[in-house]
């Protein structure tokens, strides 16, 4: 069993459309959680940070751990053409240490 | 600053060549790591260094691969006698010493080494 599962997708939504990706995780001393986006043949970017359970807003994007079902979510809200990129779930368990990624999302906003 | 640099952008390697990737991480940052992305796979992490310390390395294969961070230039990962399961996009990641915060890591674009 891996330790970080997602969806890989192709996930495909009209503009403006509200867009949740989700991660499920079976390591229970992950402490940290990222999502990062990475547009084709590019490096990951990182987008949102949050440390244990709790959510976190910056914009358009809305960032969701719950660690007692060891699930993370990530909500785009009015999605554009522009987010259309393969959204990767990080997660480490001390600050500073190796990163176990999900396998990513592959998402479309089609105008 | 320029971020994250990795060069080269593009490595084509025979079959039995050595590779060598480097990795200049962004200013400030003296934590590097590497990771490596499989076509249709997410990334996995291969190793952590700090200036002339390997800190953790047990993602990387036992055999032909070895990475350094020497106290001046860039951060080096070196395959030797590369096979074509070799080819694979190789991210550089860097961030700063001590506590990050919530400032995560910064990724270069990678480097995308093909095996012919």
């Known amino acids: 069993q891996k330790e970080v599962e997602q969806d890989p997708g192709p996930l495909s939504v009209p503009e403006g459309a509200i867009v949740s990706l989700n991660c499920t995780y079976s390591?229970?001393?992950?402490?940290?959680f990222m999502w990062y986006r990475q547009y084709s043949r590019k490096g990951p970017e990182l987008l949102m940070y949050?440390?244990?359970?709790g959510n976190k807003e910056d914009g358009r994007f809305t960032a969701q751990v719950d660690k007692s079902s060891k699930y993370i979510s990530l909500f785009i809200r009015d999605s554009q053409p522009s987010d259309s990129a393969t959204y990767l779930c990080?997660?480490?368990?001390?600050?500073?240490?190796?990163?176990?990624f999900g396998e990513g999302t592959q998402l479309t906003v089609n105008p | 600053n320029a971020g994250v640099m990795q060069n080269p952008r593009h490595l084509v390697r025979r079959r039995g060549q050595e590779a060598r990737l480097r990795c200049s991480p962004m200013?400030?940052?003296?934590?590097v790591y590497w990771y490596r992305q499989l076509p249709e796979e997410g990334l996995k992490f291969m190793v952590y260094l700090q200036k002339e310390n390997i800190i953790d390395e047990s993602g990387m294969p036992k055999e032909r691969f070895s990475a350094e961070f020497p106290k001046e230039g860039p951060s080096i990962l070196r395959i030797q006698q590369v096979v074509r399961g070799d080819s694979a996009a190789y991210f550089c990641a860097s961030s700063p010493q001590g506590d990050r915060g919530l400032s995560g890591y910064t990724f270069g674009s990678g480097t995308r080494l093909t095996v012919v």
């Open positions: 390591n229970s001393a992950f402490q940290y």
């Open positions: 990080a997660m480490e368990e001390t600050s500073g240490s190796r990163l176990t």
């Open positions: 949050t440390y244990s359970s």
């Open positions: 200013k400030g940052h003296s934590h």
